[in-house]
Structure formats: structure tokens, C-alpha cells
């Protein structure tokens, strides 16, 4: 029976806590199931939290982390029509995806873009379903707003300003490093640094932000919204610092964030939303719509950006790489 490479959370702790094991490979699969030899696993700032043991998703140690492949299709169960063996494809996987070998539900599996390369394939669904979800679903921006995205140079914000952009936004961008300021640009975005734009009152009047910091930024962001400004908040980035424990960081980053009442929002006319993807994942019908709004890939002429691929067995590094924000894009292991 062949092995399966796998990296898993055994323990809490540092990115040198992670590692590569063998599993058995299974031998067989369900009717609605495709196996996939995967080629690259995305990497996403939500494995470094569960690394931490700051993910209340996460299932209990030991587990695979891990939500994107790509990879060539392997075996299909008898009820899989969409993609054939030898086709090149990417899937969401739900955990499990920091694997050389995975098997997941069909509907969970798509045909890689015939313009993308496999590596581009690994950046695309956590970063796609989540901006799209964000900006299309929830704030349903349109040409002539104003969008803010923090983390513009993050795999999410790196779509983000394009899905912005491809619409007729106009797109700002923020970074907490003086040396993203031309990638933020290149994308098309007005690029600020993080303290120049807290520190500017002027720069107001959005109609859309995207925040992935949470904590203290939410309010004060808040005052930034136009009249029927909308925010998707989609993370708590401030409670993590250098890729180490600190339940005090974490838990004041949670207290410091804004408890936001009804009456508040009426008297301002705007929005607060709250985005997890992963929830949104969990639903068949909703992985079904938003797999079917990947058309809008080549529509809106998107394109991930691969910062940097790291071997399998170099997954602390890897860790580390997007921990301390080194990152421009994506981060990939790569297994074949």
C-alpha cells in the first residue's frame, strides 16, 4: 500500500513544531469523490493561527491543516462527471490539505483555469471565495466606489484590489511595509502606509473597507465610511505577532475590538459585516455557487500572485515567511 507525505498539528507552538509524517493512503474512494495528487497546498494566515491553537474551528490534535490544492486528478468515484482522471484541477479541501494525496467530494473540485499554471491554481480558492464573498456578496461594490483594502499585498488583498479595480472602483491600498508601496501600486491601487493613513483625517468618505486586522482598527476605520459605507471584517491579524503564543496579545486584540449596537449603525447609515469563509464553505449549495462564480476569473482577467513556493519538508519556513509578513501573494508547499 503506497504512503501519503502529510504535515499535521500535533502541538501547539512555533512553526518549528511542524513536520513531515506518512499516513496509509486509503484504498478506495466514494461514489462522489475525486483523489488528487497534489502538486501545491496553499498556505493561509488561518493555518498559522491554528498552529497556534488560536483557530476555534479546528478539529482536536492531531489534524492536517490545510483548505486548497491543486493537483492532477488520480481516481474518480462513479458519480463524478465534471473532471476526468489526468485532468489538471483545484479543490478546497476543509482541512486535510498539506498532503501529497487527498480525496474530497466532488463538488469540492474544479478544472483548473485554462489560464493559470498550477501554482497559480493553489492560490486561487480561499483568496477568490473570500474576496468575492466579501466584496461582491456582502458589500456588492459597483464603479465610482471607494474601497480600502488593508493587507493589499496579502493573496486575499492582492484580489481584492483587482476584483476593485476590474469593476470601476477606486482602490486604496494599505501596508505595514514601506517596500510593498510599489507592489500595491503596480495593481493599480493608491498605496498607503499603515500610520500615514491613520494619521491623515482626510482620507474619509468610503464606500467600501475590507479589514482583516480587527482589534481597535475596526472603530476606527469605522469613521472613515461614507454615507452607506459598508465593512467586511474578516479577521483578528493584530492578535498574532512573530509566530509565537501570547494569549495576552490575542485576548486584548478580541477585547480591544468593537462591540458595534444597531442604533449605532442607524445614526451613521452604514454596515458592518462579518465574514468566515470556512462557515460559508461548510454549505454545499454556497461551495456550488461560488465554484460556479469562478467564471469570473478570466471576466475580470484576475490573476494570484505566487510569492513564494517552499518545499514540503520546509513548511517552517514557509510559516515563517507569511508569519512575519514578508510575503507579496501567495505562499505554496509544493509536493511533486
Known amino acids: 500500500m503506497s504512503a501519503i507525505h502529510q504535515i499535521q498539528i500535533d502541538r501547539f507552538g512555533t512553526a518549528e513544531t511542524l513536520g513531515l509524517s506518512q499516513t496509509a493512503a486509503p484504498s478506495g474512494i466514494k461514489h462522489d469523490e475525486v483523489q488528487i495528487a497534489v502538486n501545491f497546498s496553499g498556505i493561509n494566515f488561518a493555518d498559522i493561527q491554528m498552529r497556534l491553537g488560536f483557530y476555534p474551528d479546528a478539529p482536536k490534535k492531531p489534524f492536517v491543516p490545510g483548505y486548497e490544492v491543486s493537483g492532477i486528478v488520480k481516481k474518480i468515484g462513479p458519480n463524478v462527471t465534471h473532471v476526468n482522471v489526468g485532468d489538471p484541477v483545484v479543490a478546497g479541501t476543509y482541512f486535510g490539505g498539506y498532503a501529497s494525496q487527498v480525496t474530497v467530494p466532488g463538488h469540492q473540485v474544479f478544472p483548473l483555469p485554462q489560464s493559470m499554471s498550477l501554482a497559480e491554481g493553489a492560490a486561487l480558492p480561499v483568496n477568490f471565495f473570500t474576496a468575492h464573498l466579501a466584496l461582491f456578496e456582502m ?6 466606489d471607494r474601497v480600502l483594502i488593508e493587507g493589499a499585498t496579502g493573496g486575499v488583498g492582492t484580489l481584492a484590489v483587482q476584483m476593485a479595480k476590474a469593476v470601476g472602483a477606486e482602490v486604496t491600498g494599505l501596508t505595514s511595509s ?20 491613520e494619521g491623515n483625517p482626510k482620507l474619509t468618505g468610503y464606500d467600501f473597507i475590507l479589514n482583516s486586522t480587527g482589534g481597535p482598527s475596526i472603530k476606527a476605520q469605522r469613521q472613515r465610511l461614507a454615507i452607506t459605507g459598508r465593512m467586511v471584517c474578516m479577521g483578528l491579524s493584530s492578535g498574532v505577532k512573530d509566530g509565537r503564543r501570547n494569549f495576552f496579545r ?25 465574514l468566515n469563509a470556512l462557515h460559508v464553505l461548510e454549505d454545499e449549495e454556497w461551495v456550488t455557487r461560488l465554484t460556479q462564480s469562478l467564471d469570473r476569473v478570466e471576466e475580470l482577467n484576475l ?7 517552499f518545499p514540503a519538508d520546509k513548511v517552517s519556513d514557509a510559516h515563517r515567511h507569511l508569519e512575519t509578513k514578508a510575503a507579496r501573494g501567495k505562499v505554496l508547499l509544493a509536493w511533486q
Do not use: Q
Not at 139 to 144: L, W
Open 250 to 274: 490575542m485576548g486584548l486584540a478580541a477585547m480591544r475590538t468593537a462591540r458595534i449596537g444597531v442604533f449605532g449603525l442607524m445614526d451613521s447609515n452604514s454596515g458592518i459585516f462579518g
Open 139 to 144: 458589500a456588492r461594490i459597483r464603479t465610482g
Open 178 to 197: 514601506r517596500g510593498k508601496l510599489p507592489y500595491i501600486e503596480a495593481l493599480g491601487a493608491t498605496a498607503f502606509m499603515r500610520e500615514e493613513f
Open 303 to 309: 490573476r494570484p500572485h505566487v510569492d513564494t513556493v
